[in-house]
């Protein structure tokens, strides 16, 4: 089976799901079974099917670096390699291989290729405890070497504040009552209608519960499998309040109601005019709902790089500038080589969980960019409206008088000015303010950036010289 691309595994053996361990600690950028949350940045990982079939990297999501061994000395996994690794003779080597457990699609043991061992949970103490660990050369019978795949690609991760409406119909969801009950009724035409403004809160394992602002309660499975907002019990085993949000459309969401594990639609009877009722089986253009987030406008502010996190790939030598001259007299002389170029840098801001759904953003935040192998440095800042992603170019002309000690008469100089080209994914983390459609504003501090930069650094001179 073909793993989906986006995953977060949990333990059979301590139910956690593994994290990326983001804190300054001894096992700082460790992979370890103590996250609570499947939607998180730390908890994501990106599958990346390998050039021999059945094989596969995982990348976490947070820094975009690939699981790999610690050293040649350890068999611990971090999120570490900048680069995927095919190699198998290499320690280095990045290769895993996925296989289901008793043919149970969802449960799976991961083996490191280059080590023969499959990876599993290390339960002894800390600060290694529950750490992800290439050891179990055999099957463990008490399941420490056990996942269970869940599949975060098709999840929409809802923002907090949200509205809906059904493609086919263009009326937003809206609290109504009806026969002195809280229906939800596709009925409002505008989506400024606070009637139709809902919030949704996520639990641990992915589902969601959403609230009717109008009515102030949690929608619920009814009697005849009708949605009513009339719950305030926020128990985690009280499936008649969780939905699952599985993402159609990059704006389009399908809710299945766990209570019955049917999609939630537009429908209507003799006395519910277009109501939202959980009694589609599978997802049609009834209970396909167009998400609309209920942000005026954004601001990404407190910009703070991580880089100790950053993953630095793509390097390569490249040549800058190219100049040459000659010494047209008999004696040697003193020449300069004029070089020209433009030195172009590129950045972006981006979120490795939060959809991006249309609202208008200001983003306040420095640059940063290699200047070496591995160090960066900070310079001035961009503010201004910013789409995520987008990629924000700066060039610079540079002009170089460089100067040839004694070059031998009748003799020509070409100098080459090289430079090593690469760029970097940083995770950040920020602060988000957001208007609502009701001019409150509400702030968050979020750790889900990922900032990309490319630039050229490392500027070294060669020259070439021939007689003429």
Avoid at 19 to 44: M, P
Avoid at 281 to 294: A, H
Avoid at 388 to 409: C, F
Wanted: some cysteine; charged content about 25%; aromatic content about 12%.
């Amino acid at each position: 089976m073909a793993l989906p691309k986006f995953i977060v595994l949990k333990s059979k053996f301590n139910n956690q799901y593994l994290r990326y361990v983001q804190e300054d600690s001894q096992v700082h950028s460790f992979l370890q079974f103590s996250g609570e949350n499947v939607v998180s940045a730390f908890t994501k990982l990106e599958v990346v099917p390998a050039q021999t079939e059945g094989l596969v990297h995982l990348k976490c999501s947070y820094n975009n670096r690939y699981l790999v061994r610690w050293s040649p000395n350890h068999w611990w996994l971090v999120g570490a390699a900048n680069e995927p690794e095919e190699d198998q003779s290499k320690w280095s080597c990045t290769l895993f291989k996925p296989s289901t457990v008793d043919n149970n699609q969802q449960t799976f043991r991961f083996l490191h290729v280059q080590l023969g061992h499959y990876a599993c949970l290390w339960r002894l103490a800390p600060p290694f405890g529950n750490c992800l660990l290439a050891e179990s050369a055999s099957i463990d019978k008490d399941f420490s070497d056990v996942c269970i795949v869940i599949d975060v690609e098709s999840l929409f991760v809802l923002p907090k504040y949200v509205g809906f409406k059904t493609e086919e119909h263009g009326k937003y969801l809206r609290g109504q009552t009806i026969e002195r009950k809280p229906y939800l009724q596709f009925e409002a035409s505008d989506i400024s209608d606070p009637a139709a403004c809902h919030e949704a809160s996520f639990i641990s394992d992915g589902s969601l519960r959403l609230k009717s602002n109008h009515f102030d309660k949690l929608w619920r499975l009814s009697s005849g499998s009708w949605i009513l907002a009339d719950a305030d019990d926020t128990s985690a085993s009280n499936e008649e309040t969780l939905f699952w949000p599985t993402k159609v459309h990059d704006d389009v969401v399908a809710l299945r109601k766990l209570g019955n594990n049917n999609y939630c639609k537009r429908f209507t009877d003799t006395i519910r005019l277009s109501c939202l009722r959980a009694v589609d089986t599978e997802i049609t253009k009834f209970s396909r709902l167009q998400v609309k987030e209920l942000v005026v406008s954004r601001k990404i502010s407190n910009v703070k790089f991580h880089t100790r996190d950053a993953r630095i790939y793509g390097k390569s030598v490249v040549p800058v500038a190219t100049g040459s001259t000659t010494n047209k007299n008999e004696q040697k002389t003193n020449v300069q080589v004029n070089l020209s170029y433009v030195d172009v840098k590129n950045s972006s801001w981006n979120s490795t969980s939060t959809i991006k759904l249309g609202v208008p953003i200001t983003i306040n935040s420095p640059f940063a960019f290699l200047v070496d192998e591995s160090a960066f440095e900070t310079i001035r800042e961009f503010e201004g409206s910013y789409k995520w992603g987008e990629i924000k170019e700066s060039t610079r002309e540079v002009e170089i008088a460089y100067i040839v000690d004694t070059l031998e008469g009748k003799s020509k100089v070409t100098v080459t000015l090289l430079g090593t080209r690469a760029s970097a994914d940083i995770p950040f983390s920020y602060t988000q303010h957001d208007i609502l459609m009701d001019g409150k504003t509400v702030t968050y501090n979020m750790d889900d950036g990922l900032y990309t930069c490319s630039a050229t650094f490392n500027l070294k001179y060669e020259t070439k010289i021939e007689k003429v």
